[in-house]
């Protein structure tokens, strides 16, 4: 399958800076490993043909590779309560609802070797406390909060379990169920806490939960469960007891990796493996839906034994970008047991130095966040209607074989947790499996069938067939540095599915074209969901997928506010920036089967877009491609003037069928009717889209992810690739375009 | 579970798919093809790349997340228009427990 797996500690780094390679064995005995220049990663014989470049750079001979395991599931870890008194009577308490039940044994709220409490195989609350444990006869359900806790009192001897489960629905008082037996415990100082999770023998961390927690507390005396509620609804009232050890109070810091303790001792501690946060806590009753105006409501972290962060592996070893090393893709291919077939590629982009321009006056701009929000996706495996949209049978390489066999990866936002509830995190300090040259996807279309990164190298391969020099920048350099670094280029070229943009990147870009920039949009379905960085876990993003767009998920009532910012989730559409004002055109379907050509409308005469036709005649172009045999297709875009197409956009040409594969986005399928399908509805095309701006800049949009495997189609010589040409060529001259004002449609 | 069923009246489009197992189709033909293709089977055909656009082999995906695929021994493709009907005809037999060359009438 894959023998060897590895990654990268970042996906930009600009030359003199150092990169670190994290290996794991999955087979392999011994691996090397050299550094290449990807060109063009599709080994379709149809298409041009793969293509990379040795880069000259002794990576250290042959190595030992290392097995190194994939532990998922997140927590929360409070270390340091050592400082703490030893404890003699206590009361261990939380507020909890789980969200799958399975037969596995879950950890609730645990001070390991000290006292636990946690869920049985068979979905009761259990405790235990020294040698001495106890089970409820109360199971907990995935539908209600509990409140649970452990409480000894040494003078009587004694141990109790209690569980409250809140009925709303039955509008009667939680009545506590209590079980208690004789126990002689020895006064003892605890050295950790941990929420959602607790130590095995091994002192790994085990028994993750999948569910909801929220207030944790630690008493020094013995509670009756009705004075635990009473004091654990009033924060206030809980943080004056003398009797309090600590209170984890969720609602705070929420968009940290820090939890904060309210007591006096200050214990605070961090979440593990990046849980959900700002998530609706046990008193949220639909009073507020924006967690930032009442955050006390979003007190619950929804922890899950499939959240993965940070793989952590060892550093196998640390490169240098050499110093004159020319932005642009690379990889660290690694290569197990001498076998080149089985090779892997950690790929990664060198981007221009920070200090001063490289000159170059076009770049291309890697979508780094749409390749983590689809990185390591399981839609072939994990999601039975994918065959419908590809119109033919699933193909799974062998990266989709590792996937499968390796969950404990972690997922994309495309996944659900095994409790069914959306992935809003994924993380690139993991490897990247479906982010390598050469693999295969299930969304490519009838043809090359590649996504994404791999799709992409058709761009790229397209730079190096007609010599563009150009840089390469990724949109973690754009959310960074914002337009200080898109100022230094006359056009950004986009890659073929741009779909996952931040605030900063969407404005940094837009700010770009009314400045002057020129945008040339290679794709389809591009600038579509908001998505987040957090200032406090690099390489990690967030995606809610709020109220509409094709999603694989909701993210649950109340909780459409992104935690790392705050932000609401969703379409940029629905937050002021819809995709038409920067492009022209936005999402309007998709379909994995086949594509079909634009035919040139009326405005493919008009002398604003003379540069764009020069040799291409028509009717039709694009009747060919990698990506489903034609140039539209796969996701498509439309101009809207009603969702912000500027009016004087020139739409050139457009696709005049789709299969019936292609149907509506749910965002304008307001009442669906069976006539919204791509051989009946209008609405259902990809728009070749262009436009000037105020400021002398311009937009090439080409509203369909299938352009560029026809711009591949017969080595890059053809009438696709030669209109691509035209509008770069233009694109990279300083003139300034003029504006047109209120002419056009 | 899904409500179609395929029966004998279905013939015409298990005529139209073989002719073009990959485009446009019928509405006909689009909803047999739902059926066979959506949620409603525990083990689903999936295609495992041996080489790269050269050679698949037949395999089942059984629901559930980190499932074992399942290779079909000996069933080996060269060509994905081809593997398209012979999965057609697998499934046709599994939903209607006819074998679809013999039952289809040679008429048209
Ligand atoms: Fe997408």
Redesign the pocket.
Known sequence: MLPIVGYTNKLTAEPGETVDVMVSSFGAKTYSADLRQIIQGDTNPEGPGYKDHLITLDLGGTRTAISKPFKPGSCVIVPGLGALPAIQDFTLAAVVRPTLLDGRRRSIVALPGLAEIAIDGDGHLTGQAGDTALVSSVKLSTKHWHVVSLSYDARRELLSLAIARDRDEASTPPRAHIVSTKAVLAARVPSECIIAATRGADGELTAFLDGKVDRPALFDTCLEPDTIRTLLTDFALLRRQRSLLAAWDFSRRMTSRTICDISPFQMHGHIHNAPARAMTGWLWKGQELDWKLRPDLYSAIHFHATDMYDAGWDVDFTLTIPSDLKSGVYAVRLVPDGDEDSAYFCVFAVRPPRDRPSGNTVAFLFPTC?YMA?ANHRLGMDVPGTEIGMGRAVELDRHHMFLQNNPGIGFSVYETHDDESGVFHTSRLRPIVDMQPKVKSFLGGFGSNIWQFNADTHILGWLDAIGQNHDVITDEDMHADGLTLLQRYNVVITGT?P?YYTRNMIEALQGFTDRGGRLMYLGG?GF?WVVSFNEDMPGIMECRRSEAGIRPWEPGHGQFYHGFTGEYGGLWRRNDHPPNHLCGVGMTSQGFDVSEPYVLSDNATDPRAAFIFDGISGPGIGNFGLAGGGAAGL?VDRADPAQGTPDHALVLAFSVRHTDIYLMTPEDLLDPTPDWSGTQADIIRADLTFFETEGGGAVFSTGSIAWAGAMAWNNYDNEVARMTHNVLRRFNEETPFDFPGGQGW | MARYQITEEDFAFAREFMETPIGYHSPGLQRVLNRMRGADWTRKYVLVIEERYRLWRLAQLPVGRGAQVEIIEGVVYTDLVEAERDIFRRRWKDLTGQDLDTALPQTT
């Open positions: 749409s689809y599915h779909e379905n579509y996701e």
